[in-house]
């Protein structure tokens, strides 16, 4: 649309309300002429077709007919008979009295008021003669689908994402906005509304913030966004696999029990399990050095929209190979490589003299067997010192000799001796270790025997004998002997005194 023509006064009064109190208006016009402008406000919607009605009768003045548009402080020319206006035409062409406009594909910038306006030529150039009422126009803009963008790289399980929702081009600016999670709505913040690239639409931006799940994968996020110009809400939608990565389960499990025999053949499995999205590699490595594996099963989906796979590697179970580690290596979706182990143990051969398989997988067994053996060996020694020093406290707890004198086993032979009380077979005579002044004894009663111990030299104050243990000491019955004199200071003895009946 082109700027309005500028006649004498003419923007002015087009400034002023409807065009009203401009001088000169009119003034050189046949009272008869009539202009006619009906409508009074049209609603349309972008996108359509927006007719407007002009009619003038047929005595008017010479000089043209033209549409004006004003919107706010601007004005434009919104058609005349001549120029170019694409989008506008009028609906009875070369008619002298329906000046009557069709304006199509209806944009929110055709926005305003627009006054059908007869002119007048003279020597000022064109004059305002007669103008309509004017014509208030309303777009209803019809918004751009909206459009749900996310992250910009993804995130795990129990991360907290934010993700938005643009439209724009909406008139007028009543928008709300509703999102969900499949079929259950969800909080979100109150919409942005901003204006848009035109003076009559609006753009509107909402965003929602959400802790993603594992079993997000089949999950789809839905902006819905409603406006009086929408016959049914408009939806714009997301799959949350978008932004989501699941971090596989790897682990590693032999088709034999460890340890394996010499020239075995066994093979490790690498289980991958549980992973979104399905770009993963997986590499084998025996210490450290990557080994080439062709066994590599198909990737398969679950229910649950996640993947797995397996890897397979072949090994021969050489001695050379005995505590080999074997690494599968999983690189998933370009992150951090996940490495599970697992060694190669070979079954000990009793010439090289190995120590159990179960030892050597679990080298902790012998910090163990170590510290048993050296608390063990602690323990017995307590023991020993306790009994040690139990014995000697009752050794020295002995105040007194003590004699015990026993009876002869009774037996076929000694039947005959049981009756006589002075066959006395043996006497145990135990003395406490301590030191004691030479005592000199003389048994003069004839019904003890005696038994007498008599050192070899004599000995001094300080090498007195302290005890004597007689043990199996004999004592048989024979003719009365006179009693003993009195020993030298040197000896010590014990007597046995013998009741007779």
């Not at 709300?176 to 009559?200: C, E, L």
């Not at 010439?351 to 080298?363: P, S, T, V």
């Not at 040690?388 to 000694?414: C, D, N, V």
């Not at 104050?461 to 000491?473: C, E, F, R």
Request: glycine share 6%; with cysteine; charged share 20%.
């Amino acid at each position: 649309m082109e700027p309005l023509p500028r006649g004498p006064g003419l923007l002015t009064c087009l400034v002023l309300l409807s065009l009203r109190g401009c001088p000169g208006v009119g003034a050189q016009t046949d009272q008869g002429f009539e202009l006619r402008q009906p409508q009074d406000k049209v609603l349309v919607t972008a996108g359509d077709t927006l007719n407007l009605t002009c009619t003038v009768s047929a005595d008017g003045p010479l000089g043209p007919v033209k549409w004006l548009k004003v919107w706010g402080s601007r004005n434009e020319t919104v058609y005349e008979q001549t120029g170019s206006f694409p989008r506008v035409t009028r609906v009875v062409s070369a008619s002298d009295t329906d000046f009557s406009i069709r304006i199509g594909d209806v944009r929110p910038e055709d926005a305003g008021t627009y006054y059908c306006v007869k002119f007048s030529k003279s020597l000022h150039g064109e004059e305002v003669i007669r103008r309509g009422k004017g014509t208030e126009v309303s777009v209803h803009a019809l918004p751009t689908p909206p459009v749900v963008s996310g992250p910009n790289h993804r995130a795990g399980p129990g991360q907290s994402v934010s993700f938005t929702c643009t439209a724009g081009g909406f008139f007028p600016k009543d928008i709300s906005v509703k999102w969900f999670k499949d079929n259950t709505m969800i909080s979100a913040q109150q919409p942005q509304i901003t204006p848009g690239r035109t003076k009559s639409s609006y753009n509107m931006s909402s965003n929602v913030t959400m802790t993603l799940q594992e079993d997000d994968v089949r999950a789809r996020l839905v902006c819905e966004v409603q406006h009086s110009t929408l016959p049914a809400p408009l939806r714009g939608d997301y799959q949350l696999s978008r932004a989501l990565r699941v971090s596989p389960r790897v682990r590693v499990v032999p088709d034999l029990p460890s340890p394996v025999g010499v020239n075995k053949t066994l093979n490790f499995t690498c289980h991958v399990e549980g992973f979104y999205p399905g770009e993963v590699a997986v590499t084998w490595l025996e210490n450290g050095m990557e080994i080439k594996v062709e066994n590599v099963s198909q990737l398969r989906e679950n229910p649950r929209g996640l993947f797995e796979l397996r890897s397979l590697v072949e090994v021969q179970a050489t001695e050379e190979r005995n505590g080999s580690v074997f690494t599968c290596r999983v690189v998933h979706d370009a992150q951090q490589p996940l490495d599970r182990t697992v060694t190669l143990w070979i079954a000990a051969l009793a010439r090289d003299g190995l120590r159990d398989w179960a030892q050597m997988e679990n080298g902790n067994l012998l910090v163990i067997y170590i510290v048993v053996g050296v608390v063990c060996t602690v323990l017995a020694l307590l023991v020993a010192a306790i009994l040690y020093l139990i014995r000697t406290k009752q050794s020295k707890g002995k105040s007194s000799p003590s004699a015990r004198l026993h009876e002869p086993e009774k037996s076929s032979e000694a039947t005959t001796q049981e009756s006589d009380p002075n066959n006395l077979t043996y006497a145990d005579l135990n003395f406490d270790r301590e030191r004691k002044t030479i005592r000199r004894m003389v048994e003069v009663s004839q019904q003890s025997e005696y038994a007498c111990i008599q050192s070899n030299q004599t000995p001094t104050g300080d090498d007195n004998l302290t005890y004597a243990d007689l043990d199996m000491v004999h004592l048989s019955k024979a003719p009365r002997r006179p009693a003993p004199h009195p020993e030298e200071a040197g000896s010590e003895y014990a007597s046995v005194q013998i009741p007779r009946k």
